[in-house]
């Protein structure tokens, strides 16, 4: 039996393509809402802390290090620049001896955390204290006008040739040094590069004697030229820029470095800005905890709950350190080496006032560098700057920064006029020049 097949018209072949077009943009359509979905899943999933408790194989210590190292270098995709070779150059109105002294390891951009800091020399007995927690790149950034780079330079080599940690230094330290344009030292840069290859007295060391430079001409500290200063100079993609009083919890780079290769964090480094928020808090001189300094966050609750310990400035502005979420943090114990992100929160309404001191990278804004140190507020035009570009900040649960022992008092931390004077500057000056820039966004506090 032969089918009779009736040929097709004009109009027939119309509509078989129009009902043709139908299906496949219908069919896009559907494509298109799927992975617009998909995507904003992907983006806006934030995985509580406890959620992260599964898949714990990504975060043991004995996961291979070569894997963590090979997974850091393809999710980061930062690039290692060359060794960086001593160098005069200048820095808006200070002279930076660039890599005066640097550090003898070289590491890969993504396998560890630069601890990037600033001060002047009186500040150098810090040093040894915060690398013996930290093991691992420390980039500071020295204020030395006029005969403090003598000073400076003694210190300095003290520390690489006779301390009995030296080999911490050698490993570990890069030393930049600045001066302003009015305050040169009083021999040529060459005397001092020439001194650091003279074989050291160690017999002879002794510390200092008499008043700075500094203090003698009452000059004021460009802390902020000191931070952009470490930080800009350092060589991996992470970098934690803090003082250097304030010492790290121990084992936090290889927790961090875990938990950023585990795929639950994926999400902070991709689309909202993120840093990664440290806790501070202040020891009393004395304290029976370990000498003052806490191996851990145990010892830390414990020094808390004593009254040993306080957040960090509890009675000069308490607001700026409290992080979100705060009781809950102090809840959260472990015993097995992991860290992860017990909130996100934006600096903003009632945290408007947040000086938090986080891992970031050199893509975070800079600090603004005609504040000084003793006007204070000198971090809040970068936190304002922060929170109006949107940024998330993530707070760890298993790290934190601990003050050297002494808690500073309202007193201590009261200059009125150089106080007046800044914060007027902040408010009449600044504001409006980052407004200009950034745009204006209501929450947002300075």
């Known amino acids: 039996m032969t089918a009779n097949y009736k040929a097709l018209g004009p109009n027939h072949v119309d509509v078989a393509n129009r009902q043709r077009s139908a299906l496949l943009r219908t069919v896009l359509v559907l494509v298109i809402v799927v992975f617009v979905l998909f995507c904003l899943l992907g983006y806006f999933y934030r995985p509580e802390a406890e959620d992260s408790t599964r898949n714990q194989d990504h975060l043991q210590p004995e996961a291979s290090h070569e894997a963590l190292l090979s997974r850091l270098k393809t999710i980061l995709s930062c690039h290692t620049g060359q060794t960086q070779v001593p160098w005069i150059e200048s820095h808006g109105g200070y002279y930076l001896l660039r890599n005066f002294v640097q550090a003898e390891e070289h590491v890969e951009c993504y396998e560890t955390v630069t601890y990037t800091t600033h001060g002047d020399y009186t500040f150098l007995d810090n040093l040894i204290p915060l690398l013996e927690r930290w093991q691992a790149p420390v980039s500071v950034a020295l204020y030395a006008p006029g005969d403090d780079l003598d000073r400076t330079v003694d210190l300095i080599r003290s520390l690489l040739e006779c301390h009995e940690r030296r080999l911490l230094v050698h490993r570990f330290v890069s030393f930049h040094l600045y001066f302003d344009f009015e305050n040169l030292p009083p021999h040529p840069v060459s005397h001092y590069r020439e001194l650091m290859q003279v074989p050291y007295e160690c017999q002879n060391a002794t510390l200092p004697i008499g008043e700075s430079f500094r203090r003698a001409h009452n000059l004021t500290y460009p802390v902020n030229v000191g931070r952009n200063v470490a930080r800009s100079l350092a060589t991996t993609h992470f970098v934690l820029a803090s003082d250097i009083e304030l010492y790290p919890s121990p084992d936090f780079i290889p927790m961090f470095l875990r938990m950023i290769a585990h795929p639950f964090y994926q999400y902070t480094l991709h689309g909202t800005p993120s840093v990664y928020v440290l806790p501070v808090f202040e020891i009393a001189a004395g304290s029976a905890v370990l000498d003052g300094m806490p191996e851990n966050k145990a010892q830390l609750v414990e020094a808390l709950g004593r009254g040993d310990a306080v957040k960090l400035h509890q009675e000069i502005c308490s607001n700026c350190h409290t992080v979100p979420d705060y009781e809950k943090w102090l809840g959260v114990l472990k015993d097995d080496y992991t860290m992860d992100i017990l909130t996100t929160a934006k600096r ?92 204006l966004r209501v929450p947002c506090k300075i």
């Open 348 to 439: 903003e309404y009632e945290f408007g006032y947040w000086e938090p001191i986080y891992v970031g990278t050199n893509r975070d804004p800079e600090y603004d560098e005609r504040l000084s140190w003793e006007g204070k507020a000198d971090k809040m035009t970068q936190g304002y700057i922060m929170c109006v570009m949107g940024y998330d900040f993530h707070v760890l649960d298993n790290g934190f920064l601990v003050h050297r022992p002494g808690i500073k008092t309202p007193e201590q931390a009261n200059r009125p006029l150089l106080q007046a004077k800044q914060r007027s500057f902040i408010r009449e000056t600044i504001h409006g020049e980052v407004t200009a820039l950034y745009g």
